[in-house]
């Protein structure tokens, strides 16, 4: 008996370890871009994060999770996001819950799906609901209708803020600058954000990276897509919040945005991840966005051309950031307009995949037409079509 009960045991330890190696980890991401570096393939993300924007969903779709739960609405109608449409694309199964699980769900538990069920083991089970690609089709077509009334607001909202002092500093009163080593003045400078396909738009600018070689901002987590691709940016600036602890250690000088409001005269959310790391940093006061001051820096520090990879331009761009206007971004375009170059899409316009010879020889075509048609009205034209045409009988008789 004594025999028996130990082989039960063993038995029941083994089929445990079993049932633990082959549900898949739960990544519990209260920051989706801060978590989504991390998730491991094959686990299943449960994240809080309505409107899920393209670029958050493609930092998620690129570690192929087996499944993304989503305790807030994939789309909420505000305006027509494109995150739920990247992770379709990428095959991976979304859900959402009606209620939210976060809390609930312990970080690295296992799990497994059971029809619309998520059974967490030792903790409970947890009903979903499967979202499909139709499903998103339907939400997103009701936004577009939405988009009218949010693009009033999202003007109204922008008015207002240029009201604001603090705003109207960007364009009207001298910045500092942070003292940089980094000699800017009369140089080419590219400042790289993480934005919808500033992957694809970095890649594509690898022959102006080689030939120009441009002093590189990266804001944020743009660190570590350049450094992939074999670029050390000059300088890393932003909250420090979605960029590894290898790029903060790449060599770059660190400056993390200080924002100005009425309420707060300094915040630098960014100092204390620094601190904690013991790099040097130094802060840049200035309302607006990381990028807004990315863009700055490099004005102010003289650089003759400013390519922007990667940044906010348009309405469903601030949307995705959660910001209700763009009345720094706009200011701040008009003060560096005349030195900025957007490289925004550059990766759209070269992906059309359109074969070059076909299109040349369409358009060589098109462009000697007229000329031919010209030369066979006149008396000399009519003379040449003749005796060619009599070279072609002679040939082929």
Do not use: W
């Not at 499944?67 to 494109?82: D, E, H, L, S």
């Not at 897509?225 to 660190?254: F, H, K, N, Q, T």
């Amino acid at each position: 008996m004594l025999y028996n009960d130990s082989m039960g045991e063993l038995q029941k330890i083994i089929s445990g370890f079993r049932y633990q190696s082959t549900d898949p980890i739960i990544r519990i991401a209260h920051r989706t871009k801060v978590t989504a570096p991390t998730v491991l393939p094959g686990e299943i993300v449960l994240i809080a994060h309505p409107d899920l924007d393209s670029v958050a969903a493609e930092g998620l779709a690129r570690a192929k999770p087996a499944a993304i739960i989503n305790c807030a609405p994939f789309v909420t109608g505000k305006y027509p996001n494109q995150g739920p449409k990247v992770l379709l694309a990428a095959g991976i199964p979304i859900y959402e819950s009606d209620s939210n699980i976060l809390d609930s769900i312990p970080d690295r538990s296992t799990g497994r799906f059971e029809t619309s069920n998520l059974i967490v083991g030792g903790i409970g089970t947890f009903a979903l609901r499967s979202v499909s690609e139709a499903d998103i089709n339907v939400s997103l077509a009701s936004a577009r209708e939405n988009l009218d009334s949010e693009l009033d607001a999202f003007v109204r909202n922008t008015l207002t803020y240029l009201e604001r002092d603090s705003e109207r500093t960007l364009l009207l009163d001298p910045i500092i600058p942070p003292d940089v080593k980094t000699d800017f003045f009369d140089k080419p400078a590219v400042v790289a954000v993480r934005g919808n396909r500033y992957r694809e738009d970095l890649r594509l600018l690898a022959n102006f990276f080689a030939d120009a070689k441009p002093l590189i901002i990266a804001v944020d987590g743009a660190a570590d897509e350049l450094l992939s691709i074999g670029l050390v940016p000059d300088v890393i600036l932003g909250d420090m919040d979605s960029v590894s602890d290898r790029s903060l250690r790449c060599g770059a000088e660190l400056i993390v945005h200080a924002y100005i409001s009425s309420s707060q005269p300094v915040a630098a959310p960014g100092a204390s991840r620094c601190q904690q790391l013991g790099l040097p940093y130094m802060t840049f006061p200035v309302a607006g966005t990381s990028e807004d001051a990315a863009l700055l820096l490099a004005y102010e520090l003289g650089a003759k051309l400013i390519v922007a990879v990667g940044t906010h331009t348009h309405m469903e761009d601030f949307l995705d950031k959660g910001r209700r206007g763009m009345a720094s971004t706009f200011l701040v375009r008009l003060k560096v307009g005349s030195r900025l170059v957007d490289a925004k899409g550059v990766s759209s316009l070269m992906s059309m995949n359109q074969p070059i010879g076909p299109s040349l020889l369409l358009l060589v075509s098109a462009a000697l037409f007229p000329v031919i048609v010209l030369l066979l009205l006149t008396p000399a034209g009519q003379i040449l079509s003749r005796s060619l045409l009599l070279v072609y009988k002679a040939f082929t008789a």
